[in-house]
């Protein structure tokens, strides 16, 4: 392995554990509990600045640190999710090649072959609605 992927590494499993253990419903029981325990010792504080604080800074600690998890299974899930939609591009006997890896093209260049697919739809649907299958190849 090489040093930048060991640096890493740690931070991504770090994220799938944190983001499989925040998921669980014991997790979210655990923080409506604590909703629980902090509203009811609202009297015994009388409602002070502090009782309020507590909850306020509890709750945008673990906000900012989750949006960074999220993010980060966010972007692992998607990166999977493109690889396999390459793979199966990849291997399907017509496919267009050029749409492999499409995610890392530029908005100008991937709203042209939005276009292009758009227009392929719409021709298609047009031929629906004279009657005619749209299971063929229109670029054959």
Not at 13 to 29: C, L, Q, Y
Not at 118 to 139: I, K, Q, W
Request: proline letters at 3%; aromatic letters at 10%.
């Amino acid at each position: 392995m090489t040093p930048h992927i060991v640096r890493h590494a740690w931070y991504s499993r770090f994220a799938k554990a944190a983001a499989r253990f925040s998921g669980r419903p014991r997790v979210f029981t655990l923080a409506v509990a604590m909703i629980g325990v902090w509203l009811v010792t609202g009297p015994l504080f009388r409602f002070s600045d502090t009782w309020q604080l507590v909850i306020n800074t509890s709750t945008t600690i673990v906000t900012f640190l989750m949006v960074f998890l999220i993010q980060n299974t966010q972007n692992r899930d998607t990166e999977a999710i493109q690889v396999k939609l390459d793979e199966l591009i990849r291997v399907t006997q017509g496919a267009h090649n050029a749409l492999l890896a499409l995610e890392e093209l530029e908005e100008e260049e991937l709203d042209a072959f939005k276009a292009r697919y758009l227009a392929l739809a719409a021709e298609a649907r047009a031929r629906l609605d004279l009657g005619s299958s749209d299971t063929d190849t229109p670029e054959a």
